[in-house]
């Protein structure tokens, strides 16, 4: 499974009817528990003197599914040792997890983290977790349904990893679970990745477009990508090869053997990559990279290039300020938070007025 989050648990099974009484009053009890070491964890819809742990509560399909931050791992475990809520709890983040759901959204959003990642902490700076504590409050975003996508990105069956079908095609079928209702069907959606999570996304669409009675809740032509530091042109055996060891180093998740699988992928990558710029119907996208060098092991280096992050020919634009692990993860809306906001904006904007993207085609324009 994917790596268990470190200091947030998600709770589903929430029901409706009472959902939301029966959540605060389990989050009241923890708070209530751990008031002092909890007090950092400012929530940012109270008044400035008024100190709580971190939540989200969304409706889920015919449920709600909610999420609890705490300030230490040791909290967390604690939590999820308690049975007396009735509740059903984990730390996984596994398939989807919505975070934020209007009444009446306008947009979806869909996070897709990298190898070795976890759908919760791959987008979590120190204290917060921009898709839940930033984004619904952003201008343009607060209609939109907000969700992760868990899936197992460090899996022990090595022949699993040489092609992103499965990958792919999962998180097609856990989003188009999500999209039942017309309406939903044929709301824009936009897939921020980070990563090797810009792949498996990349993937999708390429089985959207080559099977689209396949999955029928979503529509090539309503979808949009935001690219973090993708290593889309990354397809020389050595650059592969260097990604590959870098996220191994970075993640501490990765084993040899598995890495050794991966390096056939190099090879499928390629045709993935031809595919994308050939179809009838190319999303509109951003791709975005990093301006920092990482620290992998002993050394500083570059882990997704400029170069290498562009995509069908188009060079990708530096977040100034942030290194790999950096650029998908913000504390405040300042800095680079910024940009992505502007480069979701845009992606937005195009879909819902060009239905299937417009002919945009520099860096200040949606790529299609």
């Known amino acids: 499974m994917s790596p268990t989050s470190d200091k947030t648990i998600r709770i589903r099974s929430i029901p409706k009817h009472n959902g939301a009484e029966a959540f605060a009053s389990f989050t009241e009890r923890l708070t209530s528990a751990s008031t002092k070491q909890l007090s950092i964890f400012q929530k940012p819809s109270r008044a400035s003197t008024d100190f709580s742990i971190l939540t989200s509560l969304a409706c889920q399909q015919d449920e709600y599914v909610g999420t609890i931050s705490f300030l230490s791992k040791q909290l967390k475990e604690k939590a999820l040792r308690d049975r007396g809520s009735g509740l059903t709890l984990d730390d996984k983040f596994d398939g989807i997890t919505v975070l934020h759901s209007p009444e009446e959204p306008e947009l979806d959003i869909c996070a897709v983290h990298g190898l070795g990642g976890n759908a919760f902490d791959t987008w979590q700076a120190e204290t917060k977790m921009w898709l839940r504590d930033l984004l619904p409050s952003s201008n343009s975003f607060e209609k939109s349904r907000i969700m992760t996508f868990g899936y197992n990105s460090a899996p022990l069956d090595v022949k699993s990893v040489a092609s992103l079908n499965d990958w792919a095609d999962n998180l097609l079928e856990q989003v188009g679970f999500i ?31 080559r099977l689209p009675h396949k999955f029928p809740n979503i529509r090539l032509e309503n979808c949009g990508l935001l690219f973090l530091s993708t290593p889309h042109s990354g397809t020389t055996e050595a650059d592969w090869n260097k990604y590959l060891v870098d996220i191994a180093e970075l993640t501490a998740g990765l084993r040899p053997e598995i890495i050794n ?42 882990v997704v290039s400029k170069g290498s992050a562009g995509l069908n020919g188009h060079i990708a634009d530096q977040i100034a300020g942030v290194d790999h692990k950096q650029i998908c993860k913000f504390e405040n809306k300042y800095g680079g938070y910024g940009t992505i906001v502007d480069r979701l904006g845009k992606i937005r904007d195009n879909l819902m007025s060009y239905g299937r993207g417009g002919a945009m085609l520099d860096s200040e324009k949606v790529y299609t």
Not at 286 to 296: D, I, M, Y
């Open 261 to 302: 699988g991966l390096r056939s992928f190099n090879r499928s990558s390629v045709d993935s990559q031809e595919h994308f710029a050939t179809m009838k119907e190319i999303p509109p996208f951003f791709c975005l990279c990093e301006s920092n060098k990482t620290k992998v092991g002993p050394s500083l280096r570059y």
């Open 179 to 209: 999209r039942q209702l017309p309406n939903e069907k044929e709301r824009p959606m936009i897939f921020v990745c980070h990563s090797f999570g810009g792949l498996v996304a990349r993937e999708a669409m390429i089985r959207l477009d």
